[in-house]
């Protein structure tokens, strides 16, 4: 069973998303979660990270007050509030299972990724 991350769109400038990821076959409790994003023609690069059982967050410098990240242990799904939207977020989003229980930045402290859902903010 993969990560499965779902609610993205496209949406104009100012506007908002919910991006939603449920992983249903492996362990999520105990981890910490994360999303990533990748424009095209750019790196992969953090967004946000949660840590288990929540009650740590790290966002990066351009989506700090605008983006919430949260979690649903009891439903196994991991989730990203984006308010504001600009079209320099465009891009598509990842969401990522962290190899432990605290809250990481390093796209290689994360082992499992869901298949990524395209967000385009139209300005």
């Known amino acids: 069973v993969q990560l499965q991350a779902c609610g993205g769109g496209l949406v104009q400038a100012g506007g908002s998303l919910r991006l939603s990821c449920a992983d249903s076959?492996?362990?999520?409790?105990?981890?910490?979660w994360g999303w990533f994003r990748q424009a095209p023609g750019k790196e992969r690069e953090f967004v946000a990270s949660?840590?288990?059982?929540?009650?740590?967050?790290r966002y990066a410098d351009s989506v700090k007050g605008r983006f919430t990240i949260s979690r649903d242990n009891a439903n196994n799904t991991v989730y990203l509030q984006m308010n504001s939207l600009k079209p320099e977020d465009t891009a598509v989003y990842y969401c990522?299972?962290?190899?432990?229980?605290?809250?990481?930045?390093?796209?290689?402290?994360?082992?499992?990724w869901g298949q990524g859902t395209l967000v385009t903010v139209s300005s």
């Open positions: 990522a299972r962290g190899k432990r229980s605290w809250i990481a930045t390093d796209a290689d402290e994360y082992d499992y």
């Open positions: 076959g492996r362990p999520f409790s105990n981890y910490a």
């Open positions: 949660i840590s288990y059982p929540g009650r740590s967050t």
